[in-house]
């Protein structure tokens, strides 16, 4: 059929599925089909690409108090409609269990910089002198395996995911425990010395490295 509908105009005569009205319902259903998935790409794997995680600072030396969690994504990008959950990875009933969860809101958004930097407020600004995007408390990533990830709020159903979820971006963590798990295909940091969760970890030229126990020796960026 395609063969048949170009071949006239090649040579230069008339398109001749107009003159077929059966022929052109097909070739619109075609082509309303074709942007559907286009469109359903670009919902599912757009996003991806301009968001993902820059840097995660889990395990500091002493209290948790200076965790950390640093976006990367395109200028003026806004978070609304996004969530980002810490799920349950250790072996028991309560693996697949959404531990934590933040909903991002309308004024949530990319900076300038390509930044959006998550954070306990008062403690990053006494270390770092820098202040986060967006405030949260102490000890709010657990020093055992979890998956770390961005989801479309409107896919959280429960307190457990259900597998159907589509990860805008995700990272696991392993602290090399048995029967351990891990989400939506994250890559996998860890363990360090056999069975312990690493400090943290930044991606650089596209591969994660590990980063020091003392946040003093970090660069995490607020928006600006």
């Excluded at 075609?30 to 820059?54: P, T, V």
């Excluded at 970890?201 to 970090?218: D, P, T």
Aim: one cysteine or more; proline letters at 4%.
């Amino acid at each position: 059929m395609v063969y048949s509908m170009l071949t006239p105009l090649l040579h230069g005569n008339t398109f001749p599925i107009y003159n077929n009205p059966s022929q052109w319902i097909r070739v619109k259903t075609f082509c309303w089909y074709f942007i559907g998935l286009i469109l359903l790409s670009q919902e599912n794997y757009g996003w991806a690409a301009k968001l993902d995680f820059h840097s995660v600072f889990i395990n500091p030396q002493g209290q948790d108090d200076n965790e950390y969690i640093e976006l990367q994504g395109l200028a003026g990008f806004e978070l609304e409609g996004i969530s980002l959950v810490v799920v349950e990875g250790d072996r028991g009933k309560n693996q697949g269990r959404i531990d934590r969860r933040l909903d991002f809101s309308k004024q949530h958004r990319v900076g300038a910089n390509g930044s959006f930097l998550i954070g306990s407020c008062v403690n990053l600004a006494a270390e770092l002198k820098t202040d986060p995007d967006f405030n949260i408390a102490n000890k709010f990533l657990e020093n055992s395996t979890f998956t770390l990830a961005l989801l479309h709020t409107r896919d959280i159903k429960g307190r457990f995911v259900l597998g159907s979820e589509s990860a805008l971006a995700a990272l696991a963590f392993s602290d090399g425990g048995d029967g351990d798990r891990h989400f939506f295909g994250a890559p996998i940091v860890g363990p360090i010395e056999s069975n312990r969760i690493p400090f943290g970890v930044v991606r650089e030229a596209g591969k994660w490295h590990y980063l020091s126990a003392f946040i003093r020796q970090h660069n995490p960026k607020p928006k600006s």
